[in-house]
């Protein structure tokens, strides 16, 4: 505190530095900027600053609905929505997710009816998980050409043609009998070269079904370049690889295995998704996925890592997505039911933010309700 200050605050018998502060501005200023009627002319210097004058009014932006569309600064256009889609083998119809208000699980056909409302909405793209009618130990069903995902890409291609990104998840975990996300090793974790030599037999299943860009989502080292070189030897140099490069091991996720029923059977993917409180390590996931080849990159989950967003977006030129999952989503729809917050307004201001964040791309369960409801 300065000596003037000091004084300043004894003089006007309040707190002490900020009011003095303000004095003394007020002081040099009184008669040139501030107005008289901010001064009460009662101290014994001859006028005392009540409160100081806003000189910057950023409110005057915000008072109309008209202003503040023109100083909006961040978009929410349906092109940057994906909806996640879930197909299952031998299912007529759809099957709702009981905890997943408003998903279902869909039928070859049923999906195919999504893909298209999609399209009509502008949606971006859909990301597809397979939900196959048996596992083994391998999850071999992941590469099956006749599983669902493939069937569905090969539906969907036929019906909206280049209209929509058709995505395909890439990970073991849906096929596998005991939900790992590849085989499991003498040492009961996963087989990480194992794993990646299946994810490329699936990568390579859903590009000859069509899909424009497959995610690996398993966290296995290595799993970026070996797609790459597989889809490349095969000739399919066209299909992009959206890598799910910071990955948390996430509570969030619950709903999701529900869902896709991939629920573990034993132990947790503690041992290749990423600790919660890393973020340094993210960022070398990060960087190691760009270097592998990664055409997109992804953080997952989204709205409790938005540093982790907003770091990519500063470090890399790559486009970034961000998975909204299924107990962000969860969440919001829960309370939205007891009544305790309005879930489409929230749902609307978490993606924004995740946008805001700097994600180009939002994979949220929300995204047909969202392009239906934003304009902007
Ligand atoms: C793995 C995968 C998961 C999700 C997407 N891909 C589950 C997991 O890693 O356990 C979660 C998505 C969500 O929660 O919405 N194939």
């Known amino acids: 505190m300065t000596g003037s200050a000091d004084r300043a605050g004894v003089s006007l018998g309040v707190g002490p530095l900020p009011h003095a502060r303000c004095r003394s501005r007020a002081r040099t200023r009184a008669g040139t900027h501030l107005p008289p009627r901010y001064l009460d002319g009662t101290s014994p210097e001859g006028g005392q600053l009540l409160h100081p004058a806003p000189t910057q009014r950023l409110r005057r932006l915000r008072r109309t609905p008209a202003l503040r569309r023109s100083f909006a600064e961040t978009e929410l256009p349906p092109r940057s929505l994906v909806l996640p889609i879930f197909v299952a083998a031998e299912l007529d119809g759809e099957r709702p997710v009981p905890s997943l208000p408003g998903v279902s699980q869909h039928g070859v056909a049923s999906a195919v009816a999504?893909?298209?409302?999609?399209?009509?909405?502008?949606?971006?793209?859909?990301?597809?998980?397979?939900?196959?009618?048996?596992?083994?130990?391998?999850?071999?069903?992941?590469?099956?050409?006749?599983?669902?995902?493939?069937?569905?890409?090969?539906a969907m291609r036929a019906a909206v043609g280049d209209r929509l990104v058709l995505w395909a998840d890439v990970c073991q975990c849906e096929y596998t009998d005991h939900g790992h996300c590849g085989p499991v090793g003498g040492d009961g974790e996963v087989d990480n070269d194992a794993a990646v030599a299946g994810y490329v037999r699936d990568a390579l299943a859903y590009a000859e079904a069509g899909a424009d860009l497959v995610a690996p989502s398993g966290m296995m080292d290595g799993q970026v370049a070996a797609i790459r070189h597989g889809l490349d030897e095969a000739r399919h140099q066209a299909v992009g690889i959206v890598a799910y490069a910071a990955k948390f091991?996430?509570?969030?996720?619950?709903?999701?295995?529900?869902?896709?029923?991939?629920?573990?059977?034993?132990?947790?993917?503690?041992?290749?998704?990423?600790?919660?409180?890393?973020?340094?390590e993210a960022a070398r996931e990060?960087?190691?996925?760009?270097?592998?080849?990664?055409?997109?990159?992804?953080?997952?989950?989204?709205?409790a890592y938005l540093d982790v967003v907003a770091a990519a977006r500063r470090q890399h030129q790559l486009p970034i997505a961000a998975y909204h999952v299924s107990g962000e989503y969860a969440m919001v729809a829960a309370a939205h039911d007891r009544g305790w917050l309005d879930g489409p307004e929230v749902l609307e201001e978490s993606v924004r933010s995740i946008r805001r964040a700097g994600a180009d791309v939002v994979l949220t369960y929300a995204a047909l309700d969202l392009a239906r409801r934003v304009v902007t």
């Open 114 to 154: 999504l893909a298209e409302q999609a399209v009509e909405l502008g949606v971006g793209g859909v990301i597809l998980f397979g939900i196959p009618s048996r596992k083994d130990p391998a999850g071999s069903g992941g590469w099956d050409p006749e599983g669902p995902v493939p069937a569905a890409l090969r």
């Open 249 to 280: 091991a996430s509570a969030f996720y619950g709903p999701f295995r529900e869902a896709a029923g991939s629920t573990l059977v034993g132990g947790d993917r503690h041992g290749h998704q990423l600790d919660v409180g890393n973020a340094r």
């Open 286 to 303: 990060l960087a190691l996925d760009a270097a592998e080849g990664a055409d997109v990159l992804m953080v997952k989950p989204a709205l």
